[in-house]
């Protein structure tokens, strides 16, 4: 079993920055991906962006540019920096750790907000 323990939300202006942490604890095999998603209030669940284990990104059209997916493979640890943020960014934020696509982990959400 895995353990994903999100931090780092919270209520900020337009234009603002947050950080968002995900810390993996238990099982973690040595190649897996770490990702974000955020779902928004009567949205569905979307990808905001991903890191292998090697370090290669991927990102969302809406947020390529304004965010920033980094780990620490050393702490088990996935951040997102995010930048410039916009009202449409709040959401409540998940951090998701893929091994196989049947072994696959969910934190349980951290709340962003963002005020107009």
């Known amino acids: 079993q895995v353990q994903l323990v999100e931090s780092g939300g919270g209520l900020v202006p337009a234009g603002g920055s947050l950080k968002l942490s995900c810390a993996a604890s238990g099982r973690i095999l040595p190649v897996n991906a770490m990702s974000w998603f955020r779902q928004a209030p009567g949205k569905q669940r979307e990808l905001v962006a991903t890191?292998?284990?090697?370090?290669?990104?991927n990102y969302a059209a809406s947020v390529k540019g304004r965010f920033t997916i980094s780990r620490d493979n050393a702490k088990n640890t996935a951040y997102l920096q995010m930048n410039n943020l916009k009202p449409e960014d709040t959401a409540v934020y998940y951090c998701h750790l893929f091994h196989t696509a049947v072994d696959v982990y969910w934190g349980q959400g951290t709340q962003v907000t963002v005020s107009s």
């Open positions: 890191i292998t284990f090697g370090g290669t990104t």
